[in-house]
């Protein structure tokens, strides 16, 4: 069964760093790419990242500089490194693959909340 | 970076009726366009990629069509379930891959 599961969201403050957790099951990382996207509470869906099955990165603008994609293929994980967070970062960070165009599939999704 | 306008921004329809969702690009993208739908507090959920091709389950009264700069997403025959918030999404030009800003389809 296919699946991914984020974790390592939750309330951070204002030029904090957080580490996000993406664990797949079902397909591998290595051979597949994978993005984040984000939410704000209320909001539509925001690309952020994507790395290559290469290995090669690409960011946002709004979080270039500050946010960085990678994996570890032998725990076929994927971690979002987020730096110097700000108010606007907050949102519901999706883990999702892109085949490569369309996302599918998605995880659950976890909140984090930048906040004083 | 190419922008997605969804129209209209909230569609009031009664169940067992039509709905047809509009997404216009700001520039020709061929067919290499995606909906999503997202359900309150899920996940979105790939319904259709490629402007016409119905993900895997999804139902047949989901029908995805349009190319270059205007695509439609119909709902033949509205169900319950299908309340909910639809997305699209350009993927000619990656990265930044982008969405509309979505249609709230709502029980009128």
């Known amino acids: 069964e296919v699946q991914l599961v984020e974790s390592g969201g939750g309330l951070i403050q204002p030029g904090g760093s957080l580490r996000l957790s993406c664990v797949v099951s079902g397909f591998s990382v290595r051979n597949n790419y994978m993005s984040w996207v984000r939410q704000a509470p209320g909001k539509g869906l925001e690309w952020v990242s994507l790395i290559y099955s290469g290995g090669s990165t690409y960011y946002a603008d709004s979080v270039k500089g500050r946010f960085i994609i990678s994996r570890d293929v032998s725990k076929n994980t994927v971690y979002f490194e987020m730096n110097s967070l700000r108010a606007e970062d907050t949102a519901v960070y999706y883990c999702?693959?892109?085949?490569?165009?369309?996302?599918?599939?998605w995880g659950q999704g976890v909140l984090v909340t930048v906040s004083s | 970076e190419i922008v997605m306008t969804q129209s209209p921004a909230t569609l009031s329809v009664s169940p067992g009726e039509r709905a047809t969702l509009s997404c216009r690009v700001s520039q020709n993208v061929g067919g290499n366009l995606a909906w999503y739908q997202q359900k309150l507090g899920q996940a979105p959920r790939l319904l259709i990629y490629d402007a016409s091709t119905r993900a895997t389950g999804v139902p047949a009264r989901f029908s995805g069509s349009g190319s270059g700069r205007e695509f439609t997403l119909t709902i033949s025959s509205l169900q319950s379930e299908d309340f909910a918030v639809y997305f699209c999404q350009q993927y000619n030009n990656w990265p930044p891959y982008t969405f509309g800003q979505g249609t709230k389809l709502e029980i009128k």
């Open positions: 999702a693959s892109p085949r490569p165009g369309w996302f599918d599939p």
